[in-house]
């Protein structure tokens, strides 16, 4: 559990701007390694404003936005990034309502399988880095961003469903849920949203783990059934056989078909006027 209160709020931001801002850029990517602020619980509950951090960020890096430290610029884009949700929320408040900010992507066939939710919520996909990161949400109440972008679009693209129903169980679950970032974070992955990813672009689940967990750290703490693997067959044990010998699941579908079929529902699409 995060503490509580405005002051340990106010000696986190101060201790990552001035410790580990300047290394963000390089880390933020890896679930592995702790480089990310973890401040998103304070900022969801009020306890921090965006502002303050944005001070912060700044003060560390001579007042410049755009040039300057790397980690501080990129930081301060990830801040921006809340803000502009914040702003379709109110511009375009049907996304607060369950609808996408896309009208034509309504017309999406998604599945109705509740069996592969189920196996998406409670980390059993046979992909390690998803099932990974859905235990660390039940444990923890957290996620890291990247995982959450990965995690979002192997629901909505790679199984089809509708990602409102992920949206709702990352706002049931995480402890630094927001609606307005959370909204436009399964929007953009599910290419229903403003701005949003190319309805072709698909992350695979197995080169992102390979690529952003190299060493299989993170997929040892959450996958401890998985841990005597070494460091590259860890993130695909499917090509190992392994599944009689361990407690863990085989692939639930293969990446191939689901990204044909994916792309499939998008380009059939009713043509907007």
């Known amino acids: 559990m995060l503490p509580a209160g405005e002051n340990e709020a106010l000696a986190r931001l101060e201790a990552f701007a001035e410790d580990e801002l300047k290394r963000y850029q390089e880390v933020r990517d890896r679930p592995d390694l702790d480089g990310t602020s973890r401040l998103s619980p304070y900022l969801a509950a009020g306890v921090l404003s965006p502002r303050q951090c944005l001070h912060a960020a700044l003060a560390n890096n001579l007042g410049e ?115 307005a970032a959370n909204n436009g974070g399964w929007q953009w992955s599910a290419s229903t949203g403003t701005d949003a990813a190319p309805y072709f672009r698909l992350f695979n689940p197995i080169a992102q783990s390979r690529r952003f967990d190299p060493h299989g750290r993170f997929l040892r703490q959450w996958l401890p059934e998985l841990a005597h693997l070494d460091d590259d067959a860890i993130h695909e044990p499917s090509s190992l056989g392994l599944f009689a010998a361990v407690d863990y699941p085989a692939p639930m579908l293969d990446l191939g078909a689901s990204r044909e079929r994916v792309l499939r529902a998008f380009r059939e699409l009713p043509k907007s006027e």
């Open 65 to 179: 936005f755009e040039t300057g430290n790397a980690g501080a610029v990129s930081w301060i884009n990830e801040l921006l990034w809340r803000e502009f949700y914040k702003h379709i929320l109110v511009g375009f408040p049907r996304v607060s309502r369950g609808r996408a900010f896309r009208v034509d992507t309504e017309a999406l066939p998604w599945r109705k399988a509740a069996a592969d939710l189920e196996a998406w919520q409670q980390g059993r996909t046979g992909f390690p880095i998803i099932d990974a990161a859905m235990r660390q949400l039940l444990e923890t109440g957290w996620m890291h961003n990247r995982l959450r972008m990965l995690s979002a679009m192997f629901l909505s693209k790679n199984l089809l469903l509708d990602w409102r129903e992920g949206e709702r169980w990352f706002m049931r679950h995480l402890i630094d849920g927001d609606l």
